[in-house]
C-alpha cells in the first residue's frame, strides 16, 4: 500500500468484521488521509458522490455490477484496489477494463489495481481543426515546371470535333438506348421503322436501263428514282419519305 501514500480519501468496502479496525488503520498510515467504511452487500443502496474518493479499496469481493458505480465514485486518475479476491485474476482484470479502468494490473497472486482515466466521465472536450499541416496541403501540389502539359486539343480527333445528328441523339424514355421498347407509345418505334426502310430502299435500289441519273425524261414509268433531280453515276441518292410509303 505504500503507492498510495498522499491520497487524502478513501473508501474501505468490507465483508468480514474480524480485526476490521486493524485493517482500516493500516490503510490510514499508509495514505495518510481519511478511510471511509462501507459493507459489500451495501454498496448498491449507498448513495455516494461522484468523484468523491482517491481510493477504493475491496477486499475478498466479486462484484459483477458495481465497477461502473465505483469509477464514478472515483476522482479523475483515483486508485481501484481488489486484495483477497474471488475467482481468477485475468477474468477480474477484464471485467474491470470493460467498465472503464485503465493501467490494470496485477499487484501479487491476492491483490490488483487499476485506475480511473484522468478525466470525469461524461466529459467532452473541444476539437479544433483550424490549423492545417503544411506538409500535408502540399502533398498533392504539382509543379508546372517540372511537369510537361499535355494539350487537350490533340487529343481529339476531326471526327470528335463533329456535332452530332439532333435526329440520332433520340432515345426512348424507358430504355435509355435508341431502341425502342415492347410498347412504345413515343414515336420512336415508327421513327426507326422509317429510317431502316429508306437504307433498305437505298441499298436495294439498282437501275435496270443505266440512264437513271440523268433524269425523269430518260427514266422509264417504275424507276426508284422518279421524281427525283438528276445526279452523277455512281452518286449516293437519299430517296424521299414519299417514296418509301405505299400509295394504299
Known amino acids: ?19 476490521l479496525d486493524k485493517r482500516v488503520q493500516q490503510l490510514k498510515s499508509a495514505t495518510g488521509g481519511d478511510v471511509a467504511l462501507e459493507n459489500v452487500h451495501r454498496l448498491s443502496f449507498s448513495s455516494y458522490a461522484n468523484s468523491s474518493f482517491d481510493l477504493i479499496v475491496i477486499e475478498c469481493a466479486q462484484l459483477t455490477d458495481s ?68 506538409s500535408a496541403v502540399n502533398v498533392w501540389k504539382i509543379s508546372g515546371d517540372d511537369e510537361e502539359l499535355i494539350d487537350e486539343e490533340e487529343l481529339l480527333d476531326e471526327e470528335d470535333k463533329q456535332k452530332p445528328d439532333p435526329a440520332g441523339l433520340r432515345v426512348c424514355s424507358t430504355t435509355g438506348k ?29 437501275s435496270s436501263c443505266g440512264n437513271c441519273y440523268l433524269g425523269d425524261a430518260f427514266r422509264c414509268s ?21 417514296l418509301l410509303k405505299s400509295d394504299i
Request: charged share 25%; net charge positive; glycine share 8%.
Open 1 to 19: 500500500m505504500e503507492n498510495f501514500k498522499g491520497l487524502q480519501k478513501s473508501l474501505y468496502i468490507w465483508t468480514d468484521s474480524a480485526d
Open 67 to 134: 465497477y461502473v458505480k465505483l469509477l464514478h465514485m472515483l476522482k479523475p486518475s483515483g486508485k481501484l484496489h481488489l486484495v483477497s479476491f474471488i475467482g481468477p485474476a485475468a477474468s477480474l482484470l477484464q471485467e474491470i477494463k470493460l467498465s472503464g479502468f485503465i493501467n490494470c494490473r496485477e499487484d501479487s497472486p491476492d491483490a490488483l489495481t487499476a485506475e480511473k482515466p484522468g478525466y470525469e466521465t461524461g466529459s467532452s472536450a473541444r476539437l479544433s481543426f483550424a490549423k492545417k499541416n503544411a
Open 178 to 206: 435508341r431502341k425502342a421498347c415492347k410498347n412504345c407509345s413515343c414515336g420512336l418505334a415508327e421513327e426507326l421503322e422509317t429510317e431502316k426502310q429508306s437504307q433498305k430502299a437505298n441499298e436495294t435500289a439498282k
Open 222 to 242: 417504275t424507276c426508284p428514282y422518279l421524281g427525283m433531280p438528276a445526279f452523277k453515276p455512281g452518286e449516293k441518292v437519299q430517296l424521299g419519305d414519299n
